[in-house]
C-alpha cells in the first residue's frame, strides 16, 4: 500500500525555465476543461463527474491507478461495506460482507474502462501555473519525457498515502526499514519491530506472527488505538496478553542500527535484536506541492482553504477534493465521503465552464 525516500518538495524553482524535449512523447489530449491531479477513487469519481456535465476530464498520477489501494497489504480488508467505496453509481459486487483489497482494485479497473476514462498513469505533474481558465501544467513520464499540458479548471485528489511521517531518528534510512508493509511471507523466522498502535500496525503484527516472525511491537500510547477494526483489536491484544507478540507501550524508538534497536521503555533503555523494521507511523498529504501551486493552509492542521460548498481553493480555479481538504487530519476523511466531492465540483464546473466546456478547448 518497497520504500520510497521523501520526494523533493514540488515547487516552480526545481524546473528550469528551459526543459529538454528530447524524450517527449506527442499528446493528442494536451488541452483540456479539467485536469485532475489523483487517480485514486476521489479523483476518478470526480472525473466521472465532470464529464457528467459536459466538461473534457484528464487524470494524471505518478503512480498507477488507485495506487494507495495497490500499496495496501496484500491480504487486507477495507473497514467498510462496499457499497461505501462506490463510485459513478456503478455497483460494487462482491461474495463478502466487507471487500478486500484485491477486489476493490478490479472494481476501479472496471469503473475506469467503463467510463473510458483518460488516465495517464506513471505521471508526475511537477509545476502549475497561469491562472483560471488557462492554467500550464507540466509533468514528467517514469522514463523522464517532459510534457506540457494547458486546462481551464484544476482538480488536486493528491491524497496523503505517499509521504509517510518520519521517525526522524538515527537508522531509520537503513534497507531493513519499511513504511509500507506488503506481505509476511520473506519475514518468517526473522526479528521484526512494528511501530504504531493503530489498523497498520496492528494487521501488520498479527500477519508477521501468524507467518512465523517474531514480532515485537512498540507504541507511544499507553494501549492499541480505539480505531482498531473491531475484529482485529481483540485479536493484538490477546496475542500480546499471550506474549505471542512482544507488546511496549508508552515506549518510543531511539535508534535503529543493522541488527538492532534500542527503544525507550518505562522501565529504562532496552536495545533487542532485530532484522526488520515497520515503521507504522502515519502518512501526510504533500503539502509542499499544495503551496505550491499557491494555495492557502490554514496554521493549525494546514487544511487547504476553500470554498466549503464547490471546494474552489483560495487559487480562483484549483479545486481540491478528497482526504487532503482535513490536512492533516487524514482519519477526518475516507472513501466513504471523499467521493462525493465530485459531485460538488462538478456543480461548480457546470455553473462556471457552461455548455462550452469542451468546444472552448478544440477551437
Known amino acids: 500500500m518497497v520504500v520510497k525516500a521523501d520526494p523533493v518538495p514540488l515547487n516552480t524553482e526545481r524546473v528550469p525555465i528551459v526543459l529538454p ?63 461505501l467505496l462506490e463510485i459513478g453509481e456503478i455497483p460494487f459486487n462482491t461474495a463478502h460482507q466487507k471487500p478486500t483489497r484485491q477486489e476493490a482494485l478490479e472494481y476501479y479497473r472496471n469503473v475506469t474502462a467503463h467510463f473510458s476514462l483518460n488516465v495517464h498513469q506513471y505521471e508526475w505533474v511537477r509545476t502549475v501555473t497561469g491562472k483560471d481558465g488557462k492554467f500550464r501544467i507540466t509533468s514528467t513520464d517514469r522514463i523522464g519525457g517532459i510534457h506540457d499540458y494547458e486546462a481551464r479548471k484544476i482538480v488536486l485528489a493528491t491524497g496523503y498515502y505517499d509521504l509517510a ?22 519475514y518468517y523466522d526473522t526479528d521484526v519491530l512494528v511501530i504504531g498502535g493503530k489498523n497498520s500496525a496492528a494487521e501488520a503484527a498479527l500477519e508477521l506472527w501468524r507467518h512465523g516472525g517474531r514480532v515485537t511491537l512498540v507504541h507511544r500510547g499507553p494501549r492499541m488505538h480505539d480505531h482498531v477494526k473491531y475484529w482485529v483489536r481483540p485479536d493484538i491484544e490477546n496475542r ?77 480555479g484549483v479545486y481540491v477534493a478528497g482526504v487532503i481538504v482535513a490536512g492533516s487530519r487524514t482519519n477526518e476523511i475516507f472513501i466513504e465521503n471523499g467521493r462525493f466531492h465530485g459531485k460538488q465540483i462538478a456543480a461548480d464546473l457546470k455553473k462556471k465552464l457552461g455548455k462550452s466546456g469542451a468546444q472552448a478547448i478544440s477551437r
Open 21 to 83: 524535449r528530447k524524450q517527449t512523447r506527442a499528446r493528442g489530449e494536451a488541452s483540456t476543461d479539467v485536469l485532475i491531479i489523483g487517480a485514486g477513487p476521489t479523483g476518478l469519481a470526480c472525473a466521472i463527474e465532470a464529464e457528467r456535465v459536459g466538461a473534457k476530464a484528464l487524470v494524471m498520477d505518478k503512480g498507477c491507478l488507485v495506487n494507495s489501494i495497490y500499496r495496501y497489504p496484500a491480504n487486507m480488508v477495507f473497514f467498510t461495506t462496499p457499497e
Open 165 to 186: 511521517n518520519m521517525l526522524r531518528i538515527p537508522g531509520e534510512d537503513l534497507p531493513k526499514v519499511a513504511h509500507y508493509y506488503g506481505e509476511p511471507h520473506p
Open 240 to 316: 500480546i496478553k499471550a506474549g505471542q507478540v512482544t507488546g511496549y507501550f508508552n515506549s518510543h524508538v531511539l535508534e535503529i542500527t543493522p541488527d538492532s534497536v534500542l527503544i525507550s521503555t518505562p522501565e529504562g533503555e532496552k536495545r533487542l535484536k532485530n532484522d526488520f523494521v515497520f515503521a507504522m507511523t502515519g502518512y501526510h498529504p504533500d503539502f509542499d506541492f499544495l503551496r505550491s501551486v499557491g494555495i492557502e493552509l490554514s496554521s493549525q492542521h494546514c487544511r487547504p482553504v476553500c470554498d466549503p460548498e464547490t471546494l474552489e481553493s483560495t487559487v480562483p
